[in-house]
């Protein structure tokens, strides 16, 4: 049976990170359906479909393309929580500050009392607690 789902794969376009996103999108239509009518149940479905039809497209080229528009669209917003993600697992270890000349981010290693932080941009000179 496995194989036979492989050669059926085989030359299709599979799942992606748009992909993703339409399932989740459907998720989420499919639980504000229980709310809200049959209307989003609708909207849910055909995006369950269009998710379906992309997946098994052999047409890989489109479908590349697709994404890559998704990928360009979601850019500035996937990096913006990439950051914050950064950040947070920063938190323990080390402070994060910003220079007062230049606003460069500066990070520093907790624990070590005051120091006199130098701006690897402008050179400029700050005393901090880390």
Not at 17 to 38: D, H
Not at 79 to 90: A, D, E, T, V
Request: charged share 25%; glycine share 6%; with cysteine.
């Amino acid at each position: 049976m496995k194989e036979k789902l492989m050669r059926f794969m085989q030359g299709r376009y599979g799942v992606d990170q748009f992909g993703r996103f339409l399932t989740w999108a459907s998720m989420i239509l499919l639980i504000v359906s229980m709310f809200f009518g049959q209307i989003w149940f609708l909207a849910a479905l055909l995006v369950l479909i269009y998710n379906y039809f992309r997946m098994f497209s052999k047409n890989i080229a489109k479908r590349y393309a697709e994404n890559q528009k998704y990928l360009a669209s979601t850019a500035r917003l996937r990096q913006f929580f990439s950051k914050k993600k950064y950040g947070l697992g920063q938190r323990k270890t080390h402070h994060i500050y910003r220079c007062p000349n230049c606003r460069q981010k500066i990070r520093v290693p907790r624990g070590r009392g005051k120091i006199e932080i130098r701006c690897p941009k402008c050179d400029a000179r700050f005393v901090k607690k880390s």
